[in-house]
């Protein structure tokens, strides 16, 4: 599953597109430099703003070889084939009782003869994950005039009923906050506010949830999920991508060293980060593994994220085996980078966790970093496995292609390619490498656009539509448009005690999670350029 | 009032700004050839569209010099002075009566006077104009992925209330439709759909509407309104300028050949151009100025529009002034280009048109065409007159200075410095040329930052913040994203009866207009290498 050299120099005629497909092959011993771009103060909105750097920096980026996909004739499509009326309920593969092979769809056997062709119950699967990391995106606060810029826009207890996500039957359990001490401009959300902003330092950076009873009956075990959020525009953080692989006090093993930084930050002056991202998260991992054996329940991990959220993940699985044994944990990750280097991968093989790369072969993340370096060395990992500089992917893959849907437009779209709903698109309508496009996909095709222009013309469907009305201005009773405020409710605070969903829901146990109390990181941050604990 | 050459060739410095300013003096003599870049098609949404052909086109444009403001130290204002705060309620300047006064401020001693200082009465009469011209893009639907793509979002009956300017004490009378036969491609609007779209050649250009009972007596006459619509991005038509004067076979009178083609192109064969701009305008013009003198009541005409629409207003003014003599005729625009030669401007002042112009100092187009060209030159009228390529302003000058608003930000903004909303904020704290900001200006400052980033920081008013919910889309009862059908009220049509306002306001007569009934064009096109009638 691979990708094997032979396709990346493959080259393809992109006709009627105006973007030139560059193929340079960078030797092997040679790093690659990117522009840094850093100091240009971000003027405009999120999406255009964000689409305008991603052109700017691939065009130093594009220096390597980028695959197109084929152009196909529009018109020869049979759209009528296509049964997405506006009065079809969109659903994903079929609801069934997967309770007697969960442990197959969450990757016991490393999702053998499951993938291609792909098993409609773990299609499901795949996509129900993806959209809990896609709701990390949608509830983002990414508004940096706003004082909760880089929050959660909505209150735990109504996050999945606001998101329409209440049809996946689990609860939220906690909300992640992270930081960074490395100064990562784009990776992390700033609000322009200099004072009275919720959190100077901190983001919002995905979520805890437990299985509902019902989904837990369906799904043979209680589920407890973690949804890492990425970022938006992945170009912002090729560039901050110091390439740079950190020892995290196991052995050979090295991760970059970006990554780990907000996995790892705190500091005890903030209001969010008094413990890092990896403490919350697996302070509450513990606690609720702890709480569902002592019911006697099968327990289960499964780490989501998209791109960024992606690498966090990882980070979060490898974490959780250590310190959890005997837990199935599994990774679904989406357009995912490369996180560390083949003792990493070996040590979490070793440890058993299983990890299922979703990768759509046009998107460039997941060859980041090092881009084609790597993907020439990974065949030699006997030889070049020792070298620290190398990074390398793990488990297994499932591979989409952008030029498999007849839905999607056929020139470089770099964003387009890379969007979450773009992969959750492809998942919907993957059936084998040997299919067309399942022909009875019914995912909301509309989805696609939320961030990205991918879909073609004919669907009629805006570009870029998810968007608030007047960016959350309204017309108050004196006839001036302003700034509402929160909701108490949503407005984010670091509680002592979680939101009590045992008495709303009757099923999650209340997190007694304290924001200041410390415990032992469980990895060791060894860089020497910056003070972890200041 | 005029633009000095002194004050042109003044270099300001413009510290904290990354933006340089440029000072290239063109000769007299020499053409400004402005590189085209027509052809790459536009991808994305409109704003941000907009404001990157802004950029694009303005790299070449600013071979001119551009002036920008001194930038004064923010944090030296002292905000706690402006009252803005969300608990009051915006309001224009007093509302009171001025029917003894009305000649004056309807321009008949040229607003000798009363510009500088501005006199209160006069500042809420511009803003209630410019209020019209800024509903013409608020009710635009730009989305070209819908089959109403140019059309006006709303019906007229329900237009003023939609857009909150049922204070204004106007009745909707008309909707106006325009197509040109010449290729602009940006100056109309176009759906991207082939076919059912609502018109594949027109866009809806503006409207005429007629002062209410109550307002007519405060005011001291009938009044009977047309408001034109401009363009969002003005750098789009600089290029399609062919800085071509073209008779309108009225002695030497000459002007711009692109404005005068789209007051006036028609075809039989399109269904809401089978008479032109001009013939639809002219029409009800004269039906209503009949209606009310036959009543008795004492009828003025008052043309308003930014930019483009500036121009058509002006055309429009000329027409009625040739065709309805004896009716008090004032044009009041916002930052309009130049729209004829010197013949032109001395036939409307013969005429008797009174034309305010509103100009924002830092605005580049109303430099167009011609840019410096023509400002060094207008002081020698009398030697230059002749010649055909010279345009030139007309009527008094309301001269506007981003610098003086406390509200807006320094650096260069040539989309801010030219939109609407800014020339409204302005005229709103205009005191006189020597004042500062009017520290009791009471209109929303929000408002600015609709379509532009013009607003400091510091508000917290995010930019270009006019937009839909979900651009329009909605979750259907199905769980699908669909773009809602319009309400049949809303869809455009071309009715061979106007709205019976007379039932529903009981002041304002029925049109009879028929869109197929042909008149005499008033002007002359005589262009030779297009067909006007096809």
Same mark, same amino acid.
């Given at each position: 599953?691979?990708?094997?050299?032979?396709?990346?120099?493959?080259?393809?005629?992109?006709?009627?597109?105006?973007? #030139?497909?560059?193929?340079?092959?960078?030797?092997?011993?040679?790093?690659?430099?990117? #522009?840094?771009?850093?100091?240009?103060?971000?003027? /405009?909105?999120?999406?255009?703003?964000?689409?305008?750097?991603?052109?700017?920096? &691939?065009?130093?980026?594009?220096?390597?070889?980028?695959?197109?996909?084929?152009?196909?004739?529009?018109?020869?499509?049979?759209?009528?084939?296509?049964?997405?009326?506006?009065?079809?309920?969109?659903? /994903?593969?079929?609801?069934?009782?997967?309770?007697?092979?969960?442990?197959?769809?969450?990757?016991?056997?490393?999702?053998?003869?499951?993938?291609?062709?792909?098993?409609?119950?773990?299609?499901?699967?795949?996509?129900?994950?993806?959209?809990?990391?896609?709701?990390?995106?949608?509830?983002?606060?990414?508004?940096?005039?706003?004082?909760?810029?880089?929050?959660?826009?909505?209150?735990?207890?109504?996050?999945?009923?606001?998101?329409?996500?209440?049809?996946?039957?689990?609860?939220?359990?906690?909300?992640?906050?992270?930081?960074?001490?490395?100064?990562?401009?784009?990776?992390?959300?700033?609000?322009?506010?200099?004072?009275?902003?919720?959190?100077?330092?901190?983001?919002?950076?995905?979520?805890?949830?437990?299985?509902?009873? =019902?989904?837990?009956?369906?799904?043979?075990?209680?589920?407890?999920?973690?949804?890492?959020?990425?970022?938006?525009?992945?170009?912002?953080?090729? %560039?901050?991508?110091?390439?740079?692989?950190?020892?995290?006090?196991?052995?050979?093993?090295?991760?970059?060293?970006?990554?780990?930084?907000?996995?790892?930050?705190?500091?005890?002056?903030?209001?969010?980060?008094?413990?890092?991202?990896?403490?919350?998260?697996?302070? %509450?991992?513990?606690?609720?593994?702890?709480?569902?054996?002592?019911?006697? %329940?099968?327990?289960?991990?499964?780490?989501?994220?998209?791109?960024?959220?992606?690498?966090?993940?990882?980070?979060?699985?490898? =974490?959780?085996?250590?310190?959890?044994?005997?837990?199935?944990?599994?990774?679904?990750?989406?357009?995912?980078?490369?996180?560390?280097?083949?003792?990493?991968?070996?040590?979490?093989?070793?440890?058993?966790?299983?990890?299922?790369?979703?990768?759509?072969?046009?998107?460039?993340?997941?060859?980041?970093?090092?881009?084609?370096?790597?993907?020439?060395?990974?065949?030699?990992?006997?030889?070049?496995?020792?070298?620290?500089?190398?990074?390398?992917?793990?488990?297994?893959?499932?591979?989409?292609?952008?030029?498999?849907?007849?839905?999607?437009?056929?020139?470089?779209?770099? &964003?387009?390619?890379?969007?979450?709903?773009?992969?959750?698109? &492809?998942?919907?309508?993957?059936?084998?490498?040997?299919?067309?496009?399942?022909?009875?996909?019914?995912?909301?095709?509309?989805?696609?656009?939320?961030?990205?222009?991918?879909?073609?013309?004919?669907?009629?469907?805006?570009?870029?539509?998810?968007?608030?009305?007047?960016?959350?201005?309204?017309?108050?009773?004196?006839?001036?448009?302003?700034?509402?405020?929160?909701?108490?409710?949503?407005?984010?605070?670091? /509680?002592?005690?979680?939101?009590?969903?045992?008495?709303?829901?009757?099923?999650?146990?209340?997190?007694?999670?304290?924001?200041?109390?410390?415990?032992?990181?469980?990895?060791?941050?060894?860089?020497? /350029?910056?003070?972890?604990?200041?």
């Amino acid at each position: 599953m691979q990708t094997t050299p032979s396709s990346i120099n493959q080259h393809l005629p992109v006709p009627r597109s105006s973007t #030139k497909t560059r193929s340079l092959l960078i030797p092997n011993n040679q790093k690659i430099a990117v #522009k840094s771009e850093h100091h240009h103060p971000a003027k /405009s909105n999120g999406a255009a703003t964000a689409t305008r750097r991603l052109a700017e920096s &691939l065009s130093g980026l594009l220096r390597v070889h980028i695959e197109t996909p084929l152009r196909k004739e529009l018109h020869q499509i049979d759209w009528s084939c296509l049964d997405h009326s506006d009065r079809t309920t969109p659903t /994903s593969s079929p609801k069934e009782d997967i309770s007697e092979k969960w442990c197959e769809l969450h990757g016991l056997t490393d999702w053998d003869n499951l993938l291609d062709p792909l098993h409609p119950w773990l299609r499901r699967e795949i996509i129900k994950y993806g959209e809990f990391s896609q709701a990390t995106y949608d509830a983002f606060d990414f508004d940096s005039f706003s004082e909760y810029c880089g929050s959660c826009r909505y209150n735990p207890k109504r996050f999945f009923e606001k998101l329409g996500l209440g049809k996946n039957g689990y609860v939220m359990s906690k909300y992640i906050y992270a930081m960074s001490h490395i100064d990562m401009p784009r990776w992390l959300q700033r609000s322009n506010l200099v004072e009275e902003t919720w959190s100077k330092d901190s983001n919002w950076m995905g979520f805890v949830a437990v299985s509902n009873g =019902e989904e837990s009956r369906r799904i043979g075990r209680r589920d407890i999920v973690v949804a890492w959020r990425g970022t938006v525009a992945p170009s912002e953080w090729y %560039e901050d991508l110091q390439r740079k692989l950190e020892p995290i006090g196991d052995g050979d093993v090295r991760v970059e060293h970006g990554f780990l930084s907000i996995y790892t930050s705190k500091c005890d002056t903030t209001r969010y980060n008094k413990s890092s991202a990896s403490e919350q998260v697996m302070k %509450e991992v513990r606690r609720l593994v702890s709480f569902y054996r002592e019911r006697g %329940e099968e327990v289960s991990l499964t780490i989501t994220g998209h791109s960024l959220g992606g690498a966090l993940g990882l980070l979060n699985a490898y =974490e959780a085996a250590s310190s959890l044994p005997g837990l199935p944990i599994s990774v679904i990750s989406f357009g995912a980078p490369r996180v560390g280097n083949v003792a990493f991968r070996e040590k979490l093989q070793q440890m058993g966790v299983k990890t299922l790369r979703v990768v759509v072969k046009q998107d460039v993340v997941p060859k980041m970093p090092g881009l084609m370096l790597n993907e020439g060395l990974e065949r030699f990992d006997d030889f070049t496995g020792p070298l620290e500089w190398v990074y390398t992917h793990v488990g297994a893959e499932l591979r989409l292609d952008v030029s498999s849907s007849p839905y999607l437009k056929r020139g470089l779209d770099l &964003l387009g390619f890379h969007s979450q709903e773009t992969y959750l698109h &492809l998942v919907d309508g993957f059936l084998s490498s040997a299919s067309t496009f399942r022909s009875d996909a019914r995912r909301d095709i509309a989805l696609v656009n939320k961030a990205c222009g991918l879909l073609v013309d004919e669907l009629r469907i805006p570009h870029c539509w998810y968007q608030l009305a007047n960016k959350g201005l309204v017309l108050n009773s004196y006839g001036r448009w302003v700034k509402p405020k929160r909701d108490p409710e949503d407005i984010p605070s670091p /509680s002592r005690e979680a939101p009590s969903h045992q008495q709303v829901f009757g099923e999650v146990p209340t997190s007694n999670y304290e924001g200041t109390e410390g415990s032992t990181p469980f990895f060791q941050f060894s860089m020497d /350029s910056i003070s972890l604990y200041i």
